[in-house]
T-cell receptor
C-alpha cells in the first residue's frame, strides 16, 4: 500500500525566514496531496492541497510543489510568523477516499 | 462556515468496556471517515463509509470496531471491548465526494484504563 515519508521531523526557523517541508510517496497512482496544520490538541486543518495535474500551487505565503516523476511534494512557507508554529502533516490519496499521512513536522518559528 | 462536530470531547473508560464515539459530518457531505492519532504520532486511517456501507477499512479496524449512520446526521464509531492500546485521539472527517477535501472534526480523546 501507499507509504508517505516526511522530513524533517522538526524544523526551527527565525521569524521572517522560509520553511520547507518535504514528503515522498510510494504509490504512483496517488493523485491528491493535501497539507494539514495541526496545533496542539486541535483538529488537523487543511492549509493547501495539490492534484497531480498541476506542478505548483500558491496561496499567499504558502506554496506546494509536486514532482510526479520523483514522487515527492513539498510545502514552502515564506515570511514565517510565530503563529505558523504547529505540526504539519502531508498526506497522499489515490483520489478515492482514504488519506495516508506522513509522520509530521514540528515547525517552531522564533520571534 | 459548517464544521464537523464530535462528541464527547474526552472519554475515559475501563478496559473491556464498550464506547461509542459520535460525529456529525457536514450536512451535504457524502463520504465519512474515522482516523485515529496516538499521542505524538501520525494520523492513521481507520475506515471510510459511503452510501451506508463501509468502502474501505484498515488493518487496525478489526472485529472490535464498527461504524453506523443511524440517522441522516450522525455517524458513529463503536469499539466493542476496549483495549489499553485503543487510547488515542479519534477524528471523524467528511468530504463532499470521493477524493475531495476532507474536513476533520475536533476529535474525541479516548483514554482506556
Amino acid at each position: 500500500g501507499e507509504n508517505v515519508e516526511q522530513h524533517p521531523s522538526t524544523l526551527s526557523v527565525q521569524e521572517g525566514d522560509s520553511a520547507v517541508i518535504k514528503c515522498t510517496y510510494s504509490d504512483s497512482a496517488s493523485n491528491y496531496f493535501p497539507w494539514y496544520k495541526q496545533e496542539l490538541g486541535k483538529r488537523p486543518q487543511l492549509i493547501i492541497d495539490i492534484r497531480s495535474n498541476v506542478g505548483e500551487k500558491k496561496d499567499q505565503r504558502i506554496a506546494v510543489t509536486l514532482n510526479k516523476t520523483a514522487k515527492h511534494f513539498s510545502l514552502h512557507i515564506t515570511e514565517t510568523q510565530p503563529e505558523d508554529s504547529a505540526v504539519y502533516f502531508c498526506a497522499a490519496s489515490k483520489g478515492t477516499d482514504k488519506l495516508i499521512f506522513g509522520t509530521g513536522t514540528r515547525l517552531q518559528v522564533f520571534p | 462556515e459548517p464544521e464537523v462536530t464530535q462528541t464527547p470531547s474526552h472519554q475515559v473508560t475501563q478496559m473491556g468496556q464498550e464506547v461509542i464515539l459520535r460525529c456529525v459530518p457536514i450536512s451535504n457531505h457524502l463520504y465519512f471517515y474515522w482516523y485515529r492519532q496516538i499521542l505524538g504520532q501520525k494520523v492513521e486511517f481507520l475506515v471510510s463509509f459511503y452510501n451506508n456501507e463501509i468502502s474501505e477499512k484498515s488493518e487496525i479496524f478489526d472485529d472490535q470496531f464498527s461504524v453506523e449512520r443511524p440517522d441522516g446526521s450522525n455517524f458513529t464509531l463503536k469499539i466493542r471491548s476496549t483495549k489499553l492500546e485503543d487510547s488515542a485521539m479519534y477524528f471523524c472527517a467528511s468530504s463532499l465526494g470521493g477524493g475531495e477535501t476532507q474536513y476533520f472534526g475536533p476529535g474525541t480523546r479516548l483514554l482506556v484504563l
